[in-house]
């Protein structure tokens, strides 16, 4: 961790100085052409600023400024900026909060990690679909250890993120957390958003899940313990 956080750094660096200097060059180029190929200069660059941005994340996670957040307008605002980026893909995203609970985390890295899964559900549906977001309460639980004492599970909030894609291969979910491993085709990106995701659920105390759903598509599931 410590050398991928290292070596992520060094090369974060040039590529965002390429990318600024790129980007001051097409401002001023008139040509069309020169001024397209600068333009592809930029967005590459800053393409793999956001690689290199999801790596370094995995070796060493912020620190969470934590607030006492309702997670029904914090996911409102989520979906509401999700379907801005969806609608030209032709693809809709629902939102279903059935909980006025709040909880105790960092709106913003939980909403970074929440923004993984549904990219990754707008991904899988290239013909378009719906990505439904749900949130629901999930009562506590009293379970029994091998000695015999009970231990009780707290009360937490369960968000959905659901797509109607074909689903993950066997293979797939068996390395869905693993960030040297990708699913993706070549030249698709370093496919890092889960493990990115999974990093920050569990900095809050929470559990990520991701399964195939009966009905086609998949689904991941965050559960977190209600402030």
């Given at each position: 961790?410590?050398?991928?956080?290292?070596?992520?750094?060094?090369?974060?660096?040039?590529?965002?100085?390429?990318?600024?200097?790129?980007?001051?060059?097409?401002?001023?180029?008139?040509?069309?052409?020169?001024?397209?190929?600068?333009?592809?200069?930029?967005?590459?660059?800053?393409?793999?600023?956001?690689?290199?941005?999801?790596?370094?994340?995995?070796a060493r996670p912020p620190q969470l400024q934590r607030?006492?957040?309702?997670?029904?307008?914090?996911?409102?605002?989520?979906?509401?900026?999700?379907?801005?980026?969806?609608?030209?893909?032709?693809?809709?995203?629902?939102?279903?909060?059935?909980?006025?609970?709040?909880?105790?985390?960092?709106?913003?890295?939980?909403?970074?990690?929440?923004?993984?899964?549904?990219?990754?559900?707008?991904?899988?549906?290239?013909?378009?679909?719906?990505?439904?977001?749900?949130?629901?309460?999930?009562?506590?639980?009293?379970?029994?250890?091998?000695?015999?004492?009970?231990?009780?599970?707290?009360?937490?909030?369960?968000?959905?993120?659901?797509?109607?894609?074909?689903?993950?291969?066997?293979?797939?979910?068996?390395?869905?957390?693993?960030?040297?491993?990708?699913?993706?085709?070549?030249?698709?990106?370093?496919?890092?958003?889960?493990?990115?995701?999974?990093?920050?659920?569990?900095?809050?105390?929470?559990?990520?899940?991701?399964?195939?759903?009966?009905?086609?598509?998949?689904?991941?599931?965050?559960?977190?313990?209600?402030?």
């Amino acid at each position: 961790y410590h050398f991928a956080y290292g070596l992520s750094h060094e090369l974060n660096n040039p590529l965002a100085n390429i990318a600024t200097r790129a980007g001051v060059l097409a401002q001023a180029e008139s040509h069309p052409q020169r001024r397209q190929l600068l333009d592809a200069i930029v967005h590459n660059a800053m393409r793999g600023c956001e690689m290199l941005g999801d790596l370094m994340l995995v070796a060493r996670p912020p620190q969470l400024q934590r607030a006492v957040t309702a997670v029904a307008p914090w996911l409102g605002s989520v979906a509401q900026k999700a379907a801005a980026w969806a609608a030209p893909l032709d693809v809709q995203i629902t939102c279903d909060v059935q909980t006025d609970c709040s909880i105790d985390v960092d709106p913003v890295a939980l909403g970074e990690a929440l923004w993984a899964l549904i990219r990754n559900a707008i991904e899988a549906m290239p013909d378009g679909g719906t990505v439904s977001l749900q949130a629901q309460f999930v009562e506590s639980a009293r379970t029994v250890n091998s000695l015999d004492s009970q231990v009780i599970v707290p009360q937490r909030v369960c968000i959905e993120v659901a797509d109607q894609g074909t689903g993950l291969s066997a293979i797939s979910l068996e390395h869905a957390f693993d960030p040297y491993y990708s699913g993706r085709e070549a030249g698709r990106g370093l496919g890092l958003g889960l493990s990115r995701t999974q990093r920050i659920v569990d900095l809050h105390g929470g559990i990520l899940t991701i399964a195939n759903r009966p009905g086609g598509g998949c689904s991941a599931k965050i559960l977190l313990p209600i402030s």
